[in-house]
């Protein structure tokens, strides 16, 4: 029996090319930077280039945000998402623009997450024996079968009209619903208001301003697809808390475990242009960080809160004597009344110093970058030319406090607790709060900067 073999020809494999495309992004200080990309590259990507061009730390804060100015709105770009795609929806005569930034609560929801869903807001679908804690609560985001309800009062705007309505909604996996009779949950008074596939969220950036919006905590549903400001549908919440739990639980019932891998694999992208090699930034538990006392011959942890206390106070006076010691511009000590007035002007060069900003350029500055606690900035006071604020987040509001100027024997230093605590500039006092929660209500963790592209 004879085998005969066969030819066979198998079709010619024509290679995909993919088409380049430039795209134009946007830093705070509206500098830009042109980049030819392919046409799947996703967000994340574009941010991998950004960081690797500038040689940015990569803490996986940098985002990309959609901002739409004619009506007000703007979005976090999904690290997993198609930039062009996002690009295609946008109306030809739109001056929409893309921004690059840090957002440091993008994720944080997946790292704390009991400040995203307050009790108050939370309700089941079924029954549950004990207490849900709000780990559990982001599981059950994330799975197929369960799901938390999310409810509570937004202002709606009415169709066609300027008027808003106080509206009771409740939120569940298969879209946006509210209440036609008070606070009924009954299926004969819900009534649909908006689903996720075929919508994106964004935040109004100035609500009351734009769409006449009874608070500035506003966010709408927008189609995919380019429409005009009638298919919007706006909705402001009564505070930023109520907001952001209306904002995260949208986006994981929209994204789900999509945006786990994202948080967890941030360098799965297309591009292979990772930032392994680039170290990222110290990140370590608040938790896991303890006082110590290294004046005997073996160290020791300090339990007691008040001899904490006490030896941080004592750090923040040894700083101050050490900034004495600052070396001049030649390599050699300055003198005093000469080191007095740099000291006084040496912060003007730091990332986290603002200069003349108004307290609602802070705030707004702050909210952008993420209400997490200890995002923070310094920058001068409006009402007094010769003091300093610092301000902060803490429990996702944004408190300020004045740093006040006080002379010893002639030299002046910067203090934020009446003088207990005194240091000869900004840069020690800043150093200082970053490892001493002290008068303040959490350590400062994030400075918000404003980058250049």
């Known amino acids: ?110 790292k704390n997450p009991m400040y995203f869903f307050p009790e108050h807001m939370v309700s089941f679908a079924t029954e549950f024996n004990g207490e849900i804690s709000p780990t559990q609560i982001l599981q059950m985001f994330l799975s197929s079968s369960t799901y938390p309800e999310i409810h509570g009062f937004l202002h709606a705007k009415e169709q066609g009209k300027k008027s808003w309505k106080r509206i009771y909604f409740l939120l569940r996996r298969s879209g946006l619903y509210f209440s036609t009779k008070g606070t009924s949950k009954e299926p004969r008074h819900l009534q649909f208001f908006s689903e996720f596939g075929n919508s994106d969220i964004y935040v109004s950036l100035a609500g009351k301003k734009k769409h006449g919006a009874p608070t500035n905590y506003g966010f709408c549903f927008k189609p995919n697809k380019a429409g005009g400001p009638r298919d919007l549908k706006m909705l402001c919440a009564e505070e930023e808390q109520s907001r952001t739990c209306w904002v995260t639980a949208i986006r994981l019932l929209k994204y789900g475990m999509q945006l786990y891998q994202n948080y967890m694999h941030p360098y799965q992208g297309r591009s292979g242009c990772s930032s392994q090699s680039v170290s990222p930034m110290r990140s370590i538990s608040e938790n896991s960080l303890v006082a110590m006392d290294f004046s005997g011959q073996k160290s020791r942890v300090i339990e007691n809160p008040t001899e904490a206390l006490s030896v941080a106070v004592e750090e923040g006076l040894a700083w101050r004597k050490k900034g004495c010691l600052r070396l001049g511009t030649h390599g050699s000590p300055t003198a005093s009344s000469q080191s007095s007035a740099t000291n006084m002007a040496i912060h003007r060069s730091q990332p986290w110093f603002h200069h003349k900003i108004s307290r609602e350029e802070a705030q707004r500055l702050i909210i952008q970058q993420g209400l997490v606690d200890g995002v923070f900035l310094v920058r001068d006071s409006q009402s007094n030319p010769k003091t300093f604020v610092l301000s902060m987040s803490h429990g996702q509001k944004i408190k300020h406090f004045q740093i006040i100027p006080v002379e010893d024997d002639g030299e002046m230093f910067h203090t934020l607790d009446d003088g207990h605590t005194r240091f000869t500039d900004l840069i020690q006092l800043v150093e200082f709060y970053q490892l001493n929660k002290g008068v303040l209500p959490c350590k400062l963790k994030h400075y918000c900067a404003r980058i250049a592209l």
């Open 1 to 110: 029996m004879s085998l005969s073999a066969r030819r066979v020809t198998l079709p010619a494999i024509t290679p995909i090319v993919l088409q380049k495309r430039v795209i134009k992004v946007y830093s705070e200080d509206e500098t830009s930077r042109a980049l030819e990309v392919p046409s799947d590259i996703t967000a994340r990507d574009v941010c991998q280039l950004l960081i690797l061009k500038n040689h940015y730390i990569d803490d996986h804060s940098w985002t990309l945000f959609e901002h739409l100015p004619h009506i007000g709105l703007e979005r976090t770009i999904e690290d997993h998402e198609l930039v062009i795609e996002v690009l295609s929806n946008w109306g030809m005569e739109e001056e929409n623009k893309l921004y690059f930034r840090k957002n440091y609560a993008k994720y944080e929801f997946f």
